[in-house]
């Protein structure tokens, strides 16, 4: 049991979500029980307003849970404050939205280095490193364009270059081909396939079970619980 | 990461450039106005002392009325109270020739001031000052003739109607032509002028000028006038090493003649810069200090802007937030945007101010000293403002929480 939780990645324990505001009252989670090991390459299925989001949200520590506990890497997160949880997000999660949430300011070179901006990296450092990852991913001819310039499968390549510069332990992807056709969602898919193979851990949600095949495992949401 | 969010911020401020000089043009405005009124109080300052200097270390001026309050060291804190010497004077011959008796003391010359219109050449002049005195007194003020020389004593003694011409006055009247062996008339009476003098270096046109003036004897003056009334005594001491030993001689002896009364003043030219430095700090900090309202208000537009901006870019916020920064980092960054521009701001009015002060030296013919004080105090003013209004704006950003911050639209 000991040597289980040290390989735990994540490990959720009876967490509730409940939103309550003007609009009323709603458990959108209702007890999850979820543990990722090191290596895992989990997929999140469940219909929409099932509350993948919000588990995603509460994972990556953009959220915190009503109720219950949340283990990141052995580390109890609930005792945490906020920049202590800025901090385990800078250095132990790499985020991949629908929406690829990049700085339209900036440039996709200088987009890649923020994570390691937060983390005090030298400048020359972090050009070499973000080169380096942008390379691999095919992007070395866009490194000054901003993201007006690129198509959808290039923004997302790009997003998941953000993600990874800081070689976080976990790998959260909400939906990360939402918004790409069927080919380059397919191209998006072999990266991460590649790199979980390479040892990096990923949770990712979304709708289509075509994408959940690439996991090595899934779980369903529905209404709040797994099911 | 200071480069890092000084990048942002420029890379912020270009992307809206209108904006973000409107945003700034209310430092622009406040510190160019106040730029431009320390450097015209210093330049005043420059010119008064200028003139004052001309005066000479070894000259002292006696004046009715206690024109500095305060006989401590601290002449800087000295109050200056120059009315007090105007009015009926109690200067008196006998205090003259008192002061003659002192030793150490070459040369005495009282002042007296004549009031009358000049009528010279085909104009009149209403402005120049007639200043009645002893021939003593271009030797004290060592003046310096463009053509013929001052008056001598025998002109005095026998009250002979002839005068020395000041540059400004000669031009009123005179324009262009040889004033010399030319007639004027003060008080009806023709005078013939005898000598002409340079111009001074501090010319201005601040106070009594030297050159806007005509010297007659003074005993010309009593004929004209049918009084004699001591406005002033000037004094030459031997050597500037005996000018503090000469001043409290004169001031025991005059404080005898008066009864035991200190109702005047001996001035020493160093007494005269620190009065007039005096009265001019004061002035000059009471019109920066409206002109920093302007400041403020400029800083209050910062904040205004700033707020909008972080509202606008709240989605950026919470992105930064999700990669990794603290609140520390954002308070940082909007701070630091809010710096630069109230710094950029600054640079554009101190700009706006020497150009301010192009045109200021050309209507009124001041010219303004920007003393690196001055610049200083102007750049640490933005700054200050920039912190003080970027505040609220950036502690509002760094508290959004990422999650709420990454689904604004
Ligand atoms: N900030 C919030 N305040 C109130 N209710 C919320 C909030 N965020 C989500 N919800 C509600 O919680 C429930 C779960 O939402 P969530 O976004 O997790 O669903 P989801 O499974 O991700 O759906 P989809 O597949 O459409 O993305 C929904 O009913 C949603 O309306
Ligand atoms: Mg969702």
């Known amino acids: 049991m000991t040597e289980k939780t040290e390989n735990l990645v994540i490990n959720l324990r009876s967490i509730k979500k409940r939103y309550d505001d003007e609009a009323g009252v709603l458990n959108a989670l209702r007890g999850i029980d979820l543990t990722v090991k090191k290596g895992d390459f989990l997929a999140i299925m469940g219909p929409s307003g099932s509350g993948k989001s919000t588990l995603m949200n509460i994972i990556g520590l953009l959220d915190r849970p009503s109720r219950g506990n949340y283990f990141l890497d052995g580390i109890d997160t609930s005792k945490l404050g906020d920049n202590q949880l800025s901090k385990l997000r800078r250095d132990k999660i790499g985020f991949i939205f629908q929406t690829f949430n990049l700085l339209p300011r900036l440039n996709i070179l200088q987009n890649v280095e923020l994570p390691m901006v937060y983390r005090g990296i030298s400048l020359k450092k972090r050009k070499l490193k973000a080169t380096k990852i942008l390379k691999s991913l095919g992007l070395e001819d866009k490194i000054k364009s901003r993201t007006n310039r690129l198509s959808g499968g290039q923004i997302q390549r790009a997003a998941i270059a953000r993600s990874l510069v800081n070689d976080p332990s976990l790998i959260l992807a909400d939906e990360p081909s939402g918004n790409l056709d069927s080919k380059t969602s397919d191209e998006v898919m072999k990266i991460l396939v590649r790199l979980n193979k390479t040892g990096t851990t990923i949770v990712m949600v979304t709708h289509s079970s075509e994408i959940a095949a690439y996991a090595s495992r899934s779980v369903r949401v529905k209404d709040g619980k797994i099911s | ?409």
Request: positive net charge.
């Open chain 2, 1 to 409: 990461m200071l480069i890092q969010n000084l990048k942002t911020a420029f890379s912020s401020i270009l992307s809206a450039k209108l904006r973000s000089f409107l945003t700034m043009l209310g430092i622009i405005i406040g510190v160019a106005a106040v730029l431009l009124m320390l450097a015209v109080g210093e330049g005043v300052k420059f010119q008064v002392s200028g003139q004052i200097s001309n005066l000479g270390s070894n000259v002292l001026t006696v004046t009715s009325g206690q024109v500095l309050n305060s006989s401590g060291n601290n002449q800087r804190s000295a109050s200056f109270n120059p009315s007090s010497s105007l009015g009926a004077s109690t200067l008196t011959e006998k205090d003259l020739e008192s002061i003659k008796k002192i030793n150490d003391i070459n040369l005495v010359s009282p002042i007296m001031l004549v009031s009358s219109l000049i009528t010279g050449g085909s104009n009149v002049s209403s402005t120049t000052n007639i200043i009645a005195t002893t021939s003593s007194y271009g030797i004290i003020r060592n003046l310096k003739f463009a053509n013929g020389s001052f008056f001598t004593e025998e002109d005095n003694l026998s009250g002979s109607n002839v005068a020395v011409i000041g540059s400004t006055a000669k031009k009123n009247l005179f324009g262009d032509k040889n004033p010399i062996d030319q007639e004027i008339l003060i008080r009806n009476q023709p005078f013939k002028i005898i000598g002409l003098l340079e111009e001074s270096e501090t010319g201005t046109n601040l106070g009594p000028s030297f050159d806007d003036a005509i010297y007659i004897p003074l005993n010309s003056a009593v004929n004209l006038t049918q009084t004699k009334q001591i406005f002033r005594i000037i004094v030459q001491v031997s050597s500037a090493n005996n000018i503090d030993q000469a001043k409290s001689q004169i001031e025991s002896t005059l404080k005898t003649n008066h009864g035991g009364q200190k109702d005047f003043s001996v001035l020493t030219q160093k007494d005269l810069i620190s009065a007039f430095s005096s009265i001019l700090d004061t002035l000059t900090s009471f019109i920066v200090a409206i002109a920093s309202i302007s400041l403020i208000v400029g800083g209050i537009g910062i904040m205004n802007i700033m707020l909008v901006s972080v509202s606008e870019r709240t989605r950026e916020i919470g992105i930064r937030k999700t990669v990794g920064a603290t609140f520390s980092n954002i308070l940082e960054q909007f701070l630091i945007e809010a710096m630069v521009i109230s710094l950029i701001g600054g640079f554009f009015g101190l700009i706006l101010s020497v150009i301010g002060g192009l045109i200021i030296k050309k209507v009124v013919n001041i010219t303004p000293v920007y003393s690196l004080r001055a610049i200083l105090i102007a750049f640490s003013l933005s700054v200050i403002i920039g912190i003080i209004f970027g505040v609220a704006p950036a502690i509002k950003a760094a508290r959004k929480r990422p999650i709420q911050a990454l689904k604004a639209l």
